[in-house]
Structure formats: structure tokens, C-alpha cells
């Protein structure tokens, strides 16, 4: 199918910052289908509520480092409708007037509700709003007539629910909405510096808005394969989290360079990861340039426009949705 409409969102929690697993995950498909269709990109501060109603007081700090993020990778307002979804008021209307008609039963089935709700048990998260968060999803998406959605694998099934959502309006009502399509973007396994997998909340990311220096500090300690005790003891490249970055972020013939140099101990891990923060820093060149123009910028007022783009849209909707429905 070719995308006409693409919808997706981004959540300003924690530090609100993205780091390279952002990108590989979501952002840098965000970038390619600029240039394959009408995008909507949304902050989506009410879904940060869902988990962190708790904690709000960094919500609106986030929300302009993670524009500045989606800026400085290349998300051109030009092309692209760029804003907050809590400035987008039919948000919240279409999602009481959809939650009329979700059952129960399929929000509670969400495999994530119960494997968040084990995960976060150190929040109270047995809420209403945490409940309907895959419906809030879903209207993030229809409010705007989006037939495309930018995905992983582990979201599928929020799409599966909105396709379910988007089929009993229409039967019920009459046809308003098209059924999104996922757009599958694969998972990077990208790992962070000390190993796991990279994260905000392992505190082991590299930031896409790091500079140069921080890049190097954070790659410098990193763990390594644990054969490689001695200089002289030969590794394996694969069990090593600082080659799985090599991989994403070096050249194909650095790759074979350190993979064969590393199994028979010919290079050192600290020189072996010169050439990785070289590169990584190489790659992340182009968007901290990009950033420092935004950051001299008004970007609320980028933020200002997109708002009243999106908001048209979701208006020309919610008059459909509520002559469909009689109210
Ligand atoms: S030489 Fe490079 S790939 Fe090999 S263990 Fe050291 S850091 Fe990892």
C-alpha cells in the first residue's frame, strides 16, 4: 500500500531526551516517509500522563527537548505537521466519544497493560487512563485520517486494536475512517554501554543530543567481551556490546578490520573504540548542527503552527464523527 496519511507520536518522559535506540526504532523512519506521504508527528504529553500522572513537573521541559531531537534528525516542519497533542482538544473528544463504543474486553486483552502493570509496580498504574491508552492511541491516528502508522513489532497489536476500533465505528455509523496499516520498522538491538539494552531508564544511552566529548566518556568505559582481560587476550567481536555498535555506526571494511583484529588480538579494545567514537560522533555531527540552528530558533512557534495544522484536520473529523453519531 502506498501511504497517504502517516500518523505517529513520541512520549516527552523521562529526561525527554532520545538516544540512538530512538532513532533506529522510530526516528529515522519518520525521516524516510517525509518524503512518501502527509506525516503527522505528535508529542504526546497526555500519554506520559498514563505512567507519570505521579511526576509531572518535567512533562513541558520534555516536550521542547524532544522537538529539538525530532528537528535536528531531519523532521522538517515544512513537510511535516509537527505538535503537541494536548494542544489538539478533539483529541480528548473523539476519545470519549469512541470510548462509548470500545468494550472492556479489548483494551483489558492489550498485552501490555498486564506486562506494564508488572513491570512499573513501583507506580500505581491500575487507572482508567492507563486502561485506555492503546484508545488514545487509536485516536491519535483516525482523529487525523491517518491510513499509515510507523511501527515495531511489539506494537502491532495496539494497530490490531485500532483496525478493530476503526471496523465497529464505520459498521455501526457509517464509513469515517480508514483501517491504519503498520509500516514495520525493525527493532534495533542496540545495546547501551554498560551491555543491556539501550535505555533511558538503565541510564546507559547515548543521546543523540550528547556532544562530542560526553560521546566519548560514555564509550571510553564501556563493557567489552569479558575474554579480553589482558591486551594480548583474543576476543570474540560478537560478544562484545561495543561491536554491535560498530556495526550500526562504523564502515563495512572497519567492521572486518576489528572483527578479525579483535579474535587474534591484534588491536586494543581502547584503540578499537577510538574508531567507534570517531564514527559515532561523525554520524551524530549532522543533527547536533541542526540543532544549534533550531535552538536559536522560536521553535515553540514551529510547535504553534503545527498545532493549528493538526487541529484543522482533527476538527474536520470530530464534525464527521459527531453528525455519524447524532450528538
Ligand atoms: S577489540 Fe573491540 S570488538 Fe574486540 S572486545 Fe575490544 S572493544 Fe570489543
Redesign the pocket.
Known amino acids: 500500500m502506498i501511504p497517504r496519511v502517516i500518523m505517529s507520536g513520541i512520549r516527552p518522559t523521562g529526561t525527554g531526551a532520545a538516544h540512538l535506540g530512538h532513532w533506529e526504532g522510530a526516528l529515522k523512519s519518520w525521516v524516510k516517509l517525509q518524503d512518501m506521504g502527509e506525516c503527522f508527528y505528535s508529542i504526546v504529553d497526555w500519554h506520559a500522563l498514563t505512567t507519570e500522572y505521579q511526576d509531572v513537573k518535567n512533562i513541558q521541559g520534555n516536550v521542547r527537548q524532544v522537538l529539538l531531537d525530532m528537528l535536528s534528525v531531519g523532521i522538517d516542519p515544512e513537510k511535516s505537521v509537527v505538535y503537541l497533542q494536548s494542544a489538539v482538544k478533539e483529541i480528548s473528544e473523539l476519545f470519549l466519544l469512541l470510548g462509548m463504543m470500545t468494550p472492556l474486553g479489548w483494551l483489558e486483552r492489550v498485552p501490555t497493560f498486564k506486562e506494564q502493570q508488572a513491570q512499573l509496580s513501583d507506580r500505581d498504574i491500575n487507572t482508567f487512563g492507563f486502561l485506555g491508552y492503546p484508545l488514545l492511541q487509536t485516536v491519535d491516528i483516525v482523529i487525523m485520517k491517518a491510513d499509515t502508522v510507523p511501527v515495531g513489532e511489539d506494537q502491532v497489536f495496539h494497530l490490531e486494536l485500532a483496525r478493530e476500533i476503526v471496523r465497529r465505528f464505520n459498521g455501526l455509523y457509517g464509513d469515517c475512517f480508514p483501517e491504519p496499516q503498520p509500516f514495520l520498522t525493525p527493532i534495533p538491538k542496540l545495546p547501551g554501554v554498560d551491555g543491556r539494552k539501550m535505555s533511558k531508564s538503565y541510564g546507559n544511552a547515548i543521546y543523540l543530543s550528547d556532544a562530542a566529548s560526553v560521546v566519548e566518556e560514555k564509550i571510553k568505559p564501556?563493557v567489552?567481551?569479558v575474554?579480553?582481560k589482558r591486551r594480548s587476550d583474543p576476543?570474540?567481536?560478537e560478544?562484545?556490546?561495543?561491536?554491535a555498535l560498530?556495526q550500526a555506526y562504523s564502515k563495512a571494511e572497519e567492521i572486518a578490520m576489528?572483527?578479525s583484529?579483535?579474535r587474534r588480538a591484534g588491536?586494543?579494545?581502547l584503540?578499537?573504540?577510538k574508531i567507534?567514537i570517531n564514527n559515532i560522533n561523525a554520524f551524530l555531527d549532522p543533527f547536533r548542527q541542526r540543532r544549534r540552528r533550531y535552538e536559536k530558533m522560536a521553535v515553540a512557534d514551529i510547535l504553534e503552527t503545527g498545532n493549528r495544522r493538526a487541529a484543522a484536520r482533527a476538527r474536520e473529523t470530530i464534525a464527521r464523527v459527531r453528525a455519524l453519531m447524532n450528538v
Request: overall charge negative.
Open positions: 564501556m567489552t567481551d575474554r579480553r576476543g570474540v567481536p560478544d562484545c556490546p561495543a561491536f560498530h576489528v572483527a583484529e579483535c588491536i586494543g579494545c584503540d578499537c573504540k567507534l
